[in-house]
Nanobody, 129 residues
Framework: QAQLVESGGGLVQPGGSLRLSCEVS????????MGWFRQAPGKERGFVAG????????KYADSVKGRFTISRDNAKNTVYLQMNSLKPEDTAVYYC??????????????????????WGQGTQVTVSS
C-alpha cells in the first residue's frame, strides 16, 4: 500500500512557473513508476508526464513538451513536476500516481491512468491573470 501526497499547486499568471511535489510512503519508492495526470472541469483525467523507476526514462504529453519537466529523488521518496511557461489551458487539478508493476517501456501503458494503482488527492493549479 502506498500513500501519495501532492503539494505546490496554486494561482499563477500566464507565463509563470510552479513546481509540484509528490511524496510517497509505503513500499520502497524506487520500485514505483510514477506519473502526473490532470483533470479540468468537465474533462477526463489525462496524462501529463511519467518517469521510470530509475528516473532514466521520461514521457510527456505533446501539450506540455518543452515546458514541463518531471524528475524524481529516490532518496527523498519524491517526484516533481516543474511547470514553466504556464498557460490558462494548464488549469486543472493535478494528480500524481504510482504503480510498482507497470511496464514503463510500453508507452500505451505508461500514459493510461487505469494502469496506476495508487493516487494522491490532487492539487489545484490555476493559471489566470
Amino acid at each position: 500500500q502506498a500513500q501519495l501526497v501532492e503539494s505546490g499547486g496554486g494561482l499563477v499568471q500566464p507565463g509563470g512557473s510552479l513546481r509540484l511535489s509528490c511524496e510517497v510512503s509505503g513500499r520502497t519508492f524506487s520500485q514505483y513508476a510514477m506519473g502526473w495526470f490532470r483533470q479540468a472541469p468537465g474533462k477526463e483525467r489525462g496524462f501529463v508526464a511519467g518517469i521510470s523507476r530509475s528516473g532514466g526514462s521520461t514521457k510527456y504529453a505533446d501539450s506540455v513538451k518543452g515546458r514541463f519537466t518531471i524528475s524524481r529523488d529516490n532518496a527523498k521518496n519524491t517526484v516533481y513536476l516543474q511547470m514553466n511557461s504556464l498557460k490558462p489551458e494548464d488549469t486543472a487539478v493535478y494528480y500524481c500516481a504510482a504503480d510498482y508493476r507497470l511496464n514503463f517501456a510500453q508507452s500505451t501503458v505508461a500514459v493510461n491512468p487505469n494502469a496506476y494503482e495508487y493516487w494522491g488527492q490532487g492539487t489545484q493549479v490555476t493559471v489566470s491573470s
